[in-house]
């Protein structure tokens, strides 16, 4: 490729040949008569997919789904709490607990010990959902909320680290979902809260990452 005085191009280029998880590599330029620094040494690095598993009592909305179908940057599947492949639970890199309100002993037992192991959590309770096993699968303290009505989300305020480089501008003006709190907690670290101050959505590091929603994933309690 010959590529004219102050021009530019793009070149794509052919890789028929497998890469491993991390690949050195080197560019090299003929531009005569300049005959140094015409390398360019670059690191392409391979990371797996995200091994996420989704754990339902019945086929559930795919807003789970959804979120993880990229399946270049994720591995995801569902399951019912009574079809589990428990040799899955053990290898994932996050769980998601969809409104589960009855978890047999031998799913629960499976479960904490993938978060004990480093799995990470993430939880949307259901409105009738047992406080004790959320209590149990968390390692936090809950409670059942008292709201009996759908609340506006609050704004995202801008500088929180979650969020960082998630937006193109720091002015976050948009219009925030709503939603029915089951739970309700202190403590972590607050992601999002509904507008009357209580949690929403908070992060907790209890051996592993947990992340403890207050309103079911369900449009009969949130917008």
Known sequence: MTIATRSTTQLKLAINFPLSAQNRGRLSFEAYPITFDNDYYFALNQSRPVTVIELTEKPAERYVANVF???????????TVRNVDYNALNSAD??????????????????????TLGTDIMLFP???GSVETYQTITGRALYQSTITEQLSFAPIKSGTPFFDRMFDT???SFTMPQGQ????WQGGTPLLRIITGGPELTHY??????????VPLSKDYAN
């Open 170 to 172: 720091e002015e976050l």
């Open 94 to 115: 996050l769980i998601v607990l969809n409104q589960l309100t009855n978890i047999p002993a031998t799913l629960l037992d499976a479960i904490t010990s993938a978060r």
């Open 69 to 79: 179908g990229n399946q270049s940057l994720f591995d995801y599947k569902q399951y």
């Open 126 to 128: 259901a409105i009738e």
């Open 205 to 214: 590091e209890e051996g592993s990452d947990i992340y403890l929603w207050s």
């Open 181 to 184: 709190p089951a739970l309700t």
